[in-house]
């Protein structure tokens, strides 16, 4: 089951260029197969080897065009000016928001969600604050971006079965 915010957002991303999409830390690769069913040329990244060659698996076995790559991505690069479409679910990385910005093509959208402080101070989660956004961070993160739409909610996750303070946003490089 694809990310509710995603999917929340499929009417914006059918109107996008079908071009090449960009899934980072994509995990196990629910995204990217919603990405590639929506026409998109999916390159999906994670540091993972273990999820990459269990998505490799599926992607075969469902035949679904999504081409995967092993990719520490504090250490590589992202190619400049590549994507019409880059989704980050469930990671943080705060050295990785200049790279997306330069790695998003003209035009391009940015769909982004992860968890903020109210995940700790209000859900009382025991996550490690270094990887929890701060309040508005994601959002000053991509100001040079068109904001198209921001949150930061408690909202209920059906596929997690609980509450989660998460910060989303859906922004496009203009």
């Not at 599926?58 to 790559?69: D, F, G, N, S």
């Not at 910005?101 to 209000?122: C, P, R």
Request: aromatic fraction near 10%; charged fraction near 25%.
């Amino acid at each position: 089951m694809p990310s509710e915010w995603l999917c929340r957002h499929e009417e914006v991303l059918l109107k996008q260029e079908k071009a090449k999409a960009l899934d980072l830390a994509c995990g196990n690769g629910r995204n990217s197969f919603f990405l590639a069913k929506l026409g998109f040329e999916v390159d999906a990244v994670d540091i993972s080897d273990v999820a990459v060659s269990w998505l490799n698996e599926q992607i075969a076995e469902r035949k679904i065009p999504v081409k995967t790559q092993v990719m520490d991505l504090e250490q590589e690069a992202l190619p400049r000016n590549s994507y019409q479409v880059i989704i980050c679910f469930n990671y943080l990385q705060r050295t990785l928001f200049s790279k997306i910005n330069e790695a998003l093509d003209q035009g391009g959208l940015l769909l982004y969600e992860t968890v903020y402080l109210d995940e700790i101070e209000v859900l009382g989660g025991g996550m490690n604050p270094k990887f929890v956004l701060d309040y508005n961070e994601l959002l000053h993160a991509f100001s040079e971006l068109r904001i198209l739409e921001y949150r930061e909610n408690i909202v209920y996750s059906q596929r997690l079965n609980k509450q989660k303070a998460l910060a989303s946003l859906v922004a496009r490089k203009l």
